[in-house]
């Protein structure tokens, strides 16, 4: 809203300045400079969304003006619908004709001779159009015509147009590009080139130059054709400085002919027809702007061209640079494809030695592992042989060794008599030591058989076999949250039997014995613990008591060593590990792991006790 204000104001002041110039008795202007601030108006206001209200502002502008300033209403009337026309005829020829200028619909600078005379033609065209209108409806009600009065509109409008407009581009468009460029677009590809050094000094001689040569032609040498040189020096400023130099000078030279000329000054003054008169120095006033705007549009026009093939050039090294780069990539590509597929070969030859290895090693430990087989096969056939073997002598010398007690035990004296118990005792501990290697042996040699396993029941047969020791010691065994889990049943039974029997033979002779067996699950399986008030086991024979005859007391003759040794069999067999600690308290832990695939309840479904710790509860 502001800016169409703006330019309706300007508008006016250029309208009421053309209408001082009517000629008498015609209501018709010399000079129209508001076709050029018309034509520039909806070039600026292109795309703000008010075409409208510009439309209204203008008619009502000029139909103000040129009533208030003696045109009769009708013909104000006339004059409106001229100016609407002729500005919207422009517009349309304008953008079609150049749609990639500023002004015009896009954002590029005004450059070349064909762009320049797009702009030509489309105003004259659009002048020709008014003309239709302006001079027609002045010949309708004055009643006066002449061609050389639709000379003066059409020419006095065009220009108009092409002096104030290519002003009003060129100052739009450096500025639309100031704009672009500090908010990090694309800068201008013609910015304003300042003159330095001794450019500037050569613009300063030119201007004075400038002035001089109109203040002579159009003041001292009055009535002399001296107005036609002065087009070299608009040829000078378009040959030496930039296009919006070109412009300005243009316009301000044109300004000072027409108003010398219209004062009765100059080469021009001399021709008595106003209309004559304003048409000649109008013509010489295009002429200038059309020169000096051919020049500076078509060295514009080089400038763009050369720049846009150094971009190109740039483009096309680097381009060039890229494919050269890519060649060389390519190349080293290639070269580790070669690399990689040598490393592949050598891969696949050293995995097939490695299949052909691993298969050799396969059939060995194969081999091995049926001789082992048949080697524990053939062990346990022989700790069975053996233990039937030694087992016999044994009995019958038991069974002697006893009868010499009971028919001789009185003539032998108490010293014979003692020396038959302890004969009766080496047979019963050898007795002993062969059934513990069987069960040593067993438990490395028998078939693991996992099967579903309640763990509950196990203790419960354990503590049953025991119950004549647990009696005799006054034990309290006990058990808390056991879950049912996947294992041999008659090894587990073994390994509880043997823990248990540990417990109650090591027991403390200060307080009764008490023993706890319990099991918490674990990432991989159940924990279980057996732990017991007893004499406990120093911190530095924890790991030496799973050896073979391996005793914590070696004065004790109750135990043979070979108890904890087949428990870490059994665990073993099971793929767990098995390992002493301290009870709270005094005593001893022993805590075995149970991998487990799946733990199930009673029914089949999964069983997780709350986890806790070994509890002689």
């Not at 703000?48 to 139909?63: E, N, P, Q, R």
């Not at 060295?299 to 890519?326: G, K």
Request: proline content about 4%; overall charge neutral; some cysteine.
């Amino acid at each position: 809203m502001l800016g169409s204000t703006g330019f309706a104001l300007l508008f006016c002041v250029a309208v009421f300045l053309g209408r001082l110039t009517v000629m008498d008795g015609t209501s018709l202007s010399l000079v129209w400079p508001a076709a050029g601030v018309a034509t520039l108006w909806f070039a600026l206001r292109r795309g703000a969304g008010t075409v409208v209200l510009d439309l209204v502002l203008l008619s009502a502008v000029t139909f103000a003006v040129n009533l208030w300033t003696g045109a009769p209403a009708v013909l104000a009337a006339c004059f409106v619908a001229a100016n609407v026309v002729q500005v919207l005829v422009f517009h349309h020829l304008f953008a079609r004709w150049a749609p990639g200028a500023w002004g015009a619909g896009g954002r590029g600078p005004l450059t070349g001779v064909r762009a320049l005379g797009a702009l030509s033609a489309a105003a004259l065209l659009a002048t020709a159009a008014g003309a239709t209108i302006g001079p027609t409806s002045v010949w309708a009600l004055t009643g006066y015509w002449s061609w050389v009065t639709a000379g003066v509109w059409m020419i006095r409008n065009t220009v108009s147009v092409v002096l104030i407009l290519t002003v009003g581009l060129r100052v739009g468009y450096l500025v639309s590009a100031h704009r672009r460029r500090a908010g990090d677009v694309a800068g201008p590809a013609l910015p304003f080139r300042r003159p330095c050094g001794w450019g500037a000094v050569e613009l300063v001689v030119v201007l004075v130059c400038s002035g001089a040569a109109y203040a002579l032609a159009f003041g001292l040498l009055q009535g002399l054709p001296v107005a036609f040189p002065l087009l070299a020096l608009t040829v000078w400023v378009a040959l030496r400085f930039d296009t919006t130099i070109v412009v300005v000078h243009d316009f301000a030279v044109g300004v000072v002919a027409v108003t010398l000329t219209l004062m009765g000054h100059g080469p021009f003054a001399a021709i008595a027809d106003d209309s004559t008169r304003a048409l000649v120095v109008q013509v010489f006033v295009g002429m200038v702007a059309v020169l000096g705007l051919a020049l500076a549009l078509g060295r514009d026009e080089r400038d763009v061209l050369l720049a846009r093939m150094a971009a190109s050039a740039a483009v096309s090294e680097r381009l060039a640079a890229e494919a050269a780069e890519h060649r060389v990539l390519a190349e080293e590509q290639r070269d580790l494809a070669e690399l990689a597929m040598a490393e592949a070969e050598a891969r696949e030859a050293a995995l097939a030695e490695a299949h052909a290895e691993l298969a050799e090693r396969s059939a060995e430990l194969a081999e091995r592992s049926a001789e082992l087989e048949r080697s524990n096969a053939e062990l346990a056939q022989f700790a069975g042989v053996a233990s039937h073997d030694l087992n016999s002598p044994l009995t019958v010398i038991a069974g002697y060794v006893e009868m010499l007690g009971e028919v001789y035990g009185e003539a032998l004296g108490e010293q014979g008599r003692d020396w038959v118990a302890t004969a009766l005792k080496g047979t019963t501990r050898m007795k002993e030591l062969i059934e513990a290697l069987l069960a040593y042996s067993g438990a490395g040699s028998a078939r693991c058989r996992r099967e579903r396993t309640d763990l509950r029941t196990v203790f419960d047969q354990a503590v049953l076999d025991l119950q004549a020791a647990i009696g005799a010691a006054g034990a309290q065994v006990r058990a808390t949250s056991l879950p049912v889990l996947h294992g041999d049943p008659v090894l587990l039974r073994q390994l509880l039997q043997n823990l248990i029997a540990n417990a109650v033979k090591y027991r403390s002779p200060q307080r009764p014995c008490q023993v706890g067996v319990s099991a918490t699950p674990g990432a991989d399986g159940w924990a279980v613990a057996v732990a017991d008030n007893g004499i406990g086991i120093p911190p530095e024979q924890r790991e030496a008591v799973f050896a073979m005859f391996a005793q914590v007391d070696p004065t004790a003759r109750s135990g043979h060593g070979i108890g904890l040794a087949t428990c870490q069999r059994i665990v073993e067999r099971h793929g767990g590990r098995i390992w002493v600690e301290e009870t709270p308290g005094g005593g001893t832990t022993v805590r075995f792991t149970l991998p487990q695939r799946t733990a199930t309840g009673p029914a089949g479904h999964a069983t997780r006790p709350a986890p806790g710790t070994a509890s002689l509860n």
